[in-house]
Structure formats: structure tokens, C-alpha cells
């Protein structure tokens, strides 16, 4: 264990140091890599209040995208500031007009990460700085999905519904048609907030959205995408069927 701690200082200190954005980008990506395989083979330690309490499921997951799995909660945040960082840098290096979008992809994970440790104002500084962003490249799934899911996980985790519900889409001049999963996202995070507000004709618009999406990638025959968001509206579904029932029972 010390002999992996130390590999792992030693890991962070060359990436610190390094002068090269390629190298930084490598470094943090190998490091990510190590704390993953490391977490694999340790008992789940360090798991919030917060990621037990309202997801029991993250105490038995085999495995997450990001290092944070076992309770590496501030190596994830450590590792992502790092690739976030390092995108910012080389954007500015290669005069990219807009934000790269691997910069985006490690305000998810960091995002992520601040979460499962009740970080909640780090959170809303990223989310911040993620409405701030209007335009990425290349415009991609990588960075749709970022802008959907971000505010998502802000209000969702935090059980704020009023938040979830007035979720849009940000930026508004972003293709969002050409990623209908990530267009997915909003709606759903809308549907649950509405549900668990109560508002049953809100979460029944956004549930139907979420059937029009699914039946976009049937059409395309994207058979994965279609799946994942047919996954989406039978989640979302579920609550809001319940509040119309405890509301038809009320009349």
C-alpha cells in the first residue's frame, strides 16, 4: 500500500511539473487508471452519507467511469482539475474559439465527484462556469452530454425538483437534435422533478418527449442510443404515474 502511495505521489508531482499539455493530458489519464484498478481491489471506504443515503445501489457497483469508486472521492476531484486544467491550457495554446470539450468531459467527473462528498458550492462554481461556455470543440457528444448532465446531477442528487424542472437547454444555439440522448437527459431530469413535485401533466410532456426521442433512434436505427433512452422514459414514468394515481385518488 505505501509503495503504491508513493508511485502515485510520485505520478502527481511529475504531472504538476510537466511543461507539456500532451503530457499532463497522459499523466492524468494514467493516473485515473491506476486509482481505478487500485479501487478495484479495495473494500468501498470513504462512501458518503450522501451516495448511500440516496443511491444504496453505488455501495454494490463494480465499477464507475469515474476513480472516485471506493471512496476515492478527492483523487477523482484531484485528477479531473488536473485534465480540466490542461484542456483550458491547450485551448488557449491552439486559439480554439470555444471551450474543447475534454474540458467539459472533466467538469462531469468533477462534478461527479464533488457531489458524492457534499461539495455542493465547488459544484456550483463548476455549473457556473459551464453556463458561461457557448460554444466547443469539436461539437460533439462528449460535450452535449457534459451540458445536459451537469445540472442535472446538481439538482437531482441535491433532491432540489424545482431545480430539475426548470432545467433547459444550455447553450441554446447548441445542436441539441443531433444528440437526442443527451436532449434525453434534460427531459427526464425535468419529468422527475415535476413528478416529485406533484405536477403530473409537467412529467407526462416530458415523459412523452422522451418516447418521441426513443422513436427518433428507432427510426435512425440507433438501436444503442434508442435503448438507453427508452431506459430514461421508463424511469421517469414510474414516479409520474404515481403522483397521478395519489392525485386521482385525491378527487
Known amino acids: 500500500m505505501r509503495t503504491r502511495r508513493r508511485q502515485l505521489g510520485s505520478l502527481r508531482r511529475f504531472l504538476r511539473n510537466s511543461q507539456s499539455i500532451q503530457v499532463r493530458l497522459i499523466t492524468s489519464s494514467i493516473l485515473s487508471i491506476i486509482q481505478r484498478l487500485q479501487a478495484l481491489h479495495s473494500p468501498p471506504r470513504g462512501t458518503t452519507r450522501r451516495s448511500l443515503q440516496r443511491f ?3 455501495s454494490t457497483c463494480p465499477l464507475t467511469s469515474s476513480p472516485g469508486w471506493g471512496g476515492l472521492w478527492q483523487e477523482s476531484v484531484q485528477s479531473n482539475l488536473a485534465s480540466a486544467a490542461a484542456a483550458k491550457e491547450y485551448a488557449v495554446k491552439t486559439d480554439m474559439e470555444g471551450a474543447w470539450d475534454q474540458q467539459l468531459h472533466a467538469m462531469d467527473y468533477l462534478v461527479y465527484a464533488y457531489l458524492q462528498g457534499a461539495q455542493d458550492l465547488e459544484v ?13 470543440e469539436p461539437v460533439g457528444l462528449m460535450a452535449a452530454y457534459a451540458f445536459a ?8 442528487e441535491r433532491r432540489r425538483w424545482s431545480e430539475a424542472v426548470s432545467i433547459t437547454a444550455h447553450p441554446s444555439t447548441f445542436p441539441w437534435d443531433r444528440f437526442p440522448f443527451a436532449e434525453a437527459i434534460i427531459h427526464f431530469s425535468r419529468a422527475i422533478g415535476a413528478a ?3 405536477d403530473a401533466d409537467s412529467a407526462r410532456r416530458d415523459v412523452e418527449k422522451l418516447k418521441s426521442l426513443h422513436n427518433g433512434l428507432v427510426a435512425a436505427k440507433e438501436s444503442y442510443w434508442a435503448d438507453q433512452v427508452e431506459i430514461l422514459r421508463r424511469a421517469a414514468a414510474a414516479p409520474g404515474l404515481r403522483t397521478l394515481k395519489k392525485r386521482t385518488r385525491r378527487l
Do not use: H
Request: proline share 7%.
Open 149 to 156: 448532465a451537469i445540472p442535472a446531477r446538481y439538482a437531482i
Open 196 to 198: 416529485r413535485s406533484g
Open 124 to 136: 456550483r462554481r463548476v455549473l457556473d462556469e459551464l453556463k458561461a461556455i457557448q460554444k466547443t
Open 56 to 58: 444504496p445501489m453505488l
